[in-house]
Each structure stands twice: as C-alpha cells, then as structure tokens.
C-alpha cells in the first residue's frame, strides 16, 4: 500500500473516531482542548473558539466526503459555539470559555475569527447550518470595521491587527502574517462552498497584501512578524517558518484553481522551492524556523509542517504533471506520507507525537485538538488526488 493511501485510511479510521468520540464533550457540548497521552480529556478549564471551529471543520469535510459518523458531534459542536463564543453586544466571538460554555476571555482574536469563519463555511456546506453564512457575513463586516489598519502607502487593504479587547480596542501587538494567512483560507472556503464572487474578492486583498508587504522576492522568503507599519520586527523579523511556505504555496494554488490571479502561481512555486531547498533537516523532519538565507534557527519539529509539505506536493504534482517537477513532488508526497507514519503517528489508535526535539525524539504527547485540522485536511487532499 503506498505510503499516502495508508494516511488516508489512518485519518478517516482512526482520526476521525477519536474527533467524535473523544475531542467531543458529551456532557458540556463542543470539544476538548486537549487528551491526554491515553486519550483522555484534560482538565484545563477552558474551550478556545480556535480549537471549536478546527474540530467542527473535520468532521463537517467528513460528512462532505462520505463519512457522516461524527455529523451529530458537528453538529452539538456548531451549537455549543453559536451560543457560547458569540458577541451578541459587541460582535465578534469570544477568544476563551469555560469548559460549560461560560464566559472566560471575552478578547477579540485575529486568527480565532478566521477559523470561526472557516468552520462556518464547513458548516454550511456540510449540513445547512442555521444562519453559518450570516454569521460568517456578520463576522467579516466586525473584523474589518474594528481590527482594520491603515492602508498601504499604494491604497492597498492594510490588513488587520492581531486583536482587541471585548469593545474591540486594538491592543498594539506585532503583526504576523500567520492570521491573515488563515484569513484566506477562510474566504476560499465561502467562495466556495456559496459561489458569491465577494469572498473571491476579499480573498484577493489578502493575496496582494501578501505581495506587497509578506514576500521578499530577494530571498523567496516569507516573512513572519512585523511591525504595526509593517516592517520587519526588529526580534523576530528574520523568522522563517518552512511550514508556512508549504501552505501559502498550497493556498495560492487553491486560490487561482476557484478564478483567481494566476501571476501568484511563480511566487507559489518560489515558496515551495525554498522550503524544500533550506527546510528539511537530513532525517526527512522539517525545522521550525530557519532565516532568509536558509540557516536553521531553531531544529525542534511539529507534526503539521508535514502534512502542509503533503498538501503543497500534492498541488505541485498536479500543476506540472508530466514533468521531472511533477515527478518529484509526487515522490515527495509519498516519502512524507511515510515520514508521518514513521515519526509521528500511530497508525492503531489515532494517537501522534505533537512535537519533537532536536534529535527527532518526543517533546510532547498529549493530543491538542488543533492538530486533527492540519492532518485530515491533507488527507483529504491526498484521497481526492487517489
């Protein structure tokens, strides 16, 4: 069995029975945190509505692929989210609650939002979720009347911050391309899932801000932190995440397939290619952080750069198809397919390693419920490419 098809059957037999049988919490609604190393919740006291809309993301594509098993736990999930993490004085949704659903960190979060849109998307699609799309409308028009920045010196949309108080005062924090990143995502999903070319629209802004102010077309690096003028910051500004490349590289290409801009595709390419090139360590891992130039800054790994290495090989494969490129991104697809069986998952119970060290030993084995996000997503796109 090629490595990629044992990922596959990995994700949709084990991952997702433990997406809705043990990340969702049948006495309180929604889903856990995090499990432990055995399998059981942690008692951490809080939901993020990140980690919400992340498990009701998998297991609403499920349904959408044919597998309905946890369509009622999306379902609890949509519910617990709705009417726990949403604003109804201020808009927006909550960052934090309490394991019940009460109120915990009332905050406004940039890369919370942009999942909670993502999900809503999902939900929609997947089972006609009640109000996903104006709810989905709703937080959009907040996020870009209370996080906006100002405009690029061309007029160009300047992004957003990274986030605000419970009255939506913008707290000053270093701006990361990372939420805007998943901002885009999110607007692809609505594009798609509703056919109304505004989302399309709105996902184009992000992608030149992404020209214009994350990219250095010097190095093919994607830059990480910021300034609020966007600059880079003066700590961490020469941060490169390999991970990071592999998906921007995968959502460019995602974003001309549904009529977007094609003059993004060499910068897609250019992305990839850097990452490939300066982010693999010699065990097959793929490093946290590297600067411009390729020079590892921090060695420690996490399982999700592998699986956004997969997404982007598989876009790769298929655009040059038929080519030593497209041959070897499809090699690569599989060689990482193995990589992840081999170092991080537990193909048995569902289980992986969350992080690892230097040496590629585990840091980390508890379960967070972030996680099932990065990792049935590239499946799925690994599947649809079988």
């Known amino acids: 069995m090629p490595p990629s098809t044992a990922f596959t059957r990995y994700a949709f037999d084990r991952l997702l029975p433990l997406c809705h049988q043990r990340f969702a919490d049948t006495t309180h609604g929604g889903f856990y945190e995090r499990l432990d190393a055995a399998g059981r919740p942690l008692p951490l006291g809080y939901k993020r509505s990140m980690v919400q809309a992340r498990q009701l993301y998998v297991l609403a594509h499920a349904a959408l692929l044919g597998d309905s098993a946890g369509l009622a736990a999306a379902e609890r999930g949509y519910d617990f989210l709705v009417r726990h993490f949403w604003d109804d004085r201020h808009g927006g949704w909550f960052f934090k609650a309490q394991s019940d659903g009460q109120p915990l960190d009332p905050s406004k979060d940039f890369y919370g939002h942009a999942f909670v849109m993502f999900g809503l998307a999902y939900a929609h699609a997947a089972f006609a979720a009640p109000n996903a799309v104006t709810l989905a409308q709703e937080t959009w028009s907040v996020m870009r009347q209370r996080l906006a920045m100002p405009a690029l010196a061309d007029g160009g949309w300047g992004g957003l911050a990274e986030s605000a108080s419970a009255e939506w005062t913008l707290n000053g924090a270093t701006r990361r391309q990372n939420p805007h990143m998943h901002l885009l995502e999110a607007l692809l999903a609505l594009h798609e899932f ?52 592999f998906e921007w590289a995968w959502l460019l290409d995602r974003y001309v397939r549904q009529g977007g801009e094609a003059t993004v595709l060499p910068l897609a390419d250019a992305l990839f290619a850097k990452a490939v090139a300066h982010g693999f360590l010699p065990d097959g891992g793929i490093m946290d952080q590297m600067d411009p130039m390729g020079t590892p800054v921090q060695r420690t790994r996490r399982i999700w750069p592998v699986a956004e290495a997969i997404k982007a090989a598989l876009s790769q494969a298929r655009r040059h198809r038929g080519t030593p490129a497209g041959d070897a991104a499809d090699a690569m697809v599989q060689r990482l397919a193995l990589h992840l069986q081999t170092a991080f998952l537990d193909m048995d119970t569902g289980h ?12 980390m084995r508890d379960l967070p419920g972030s996680t099932p996000y990065h990792l049935f997503l590239a499946a799925a796109e690994a599947a649809h490419r079988g």
């Open 352 to 363: 992986w390693i969350e992080t690892q060290d230097e040496a590629g030993k585990p840091s």
């Open 194 to 245: 509703t056919g109304d070319a505004t989302w399309l629209s709105e996902a184009t802004a992000v992608v030149h801000l992404f020209r214009n102010r994350f990219y250095s077309a010097t190095t093919q690096t994607l830059g990480e932190f910021f300034t609020q003028d966007w600059q880079p910051a003066p700590a961490t500004g020469h941060i490169v995440e390999p991970g990071h490349h």
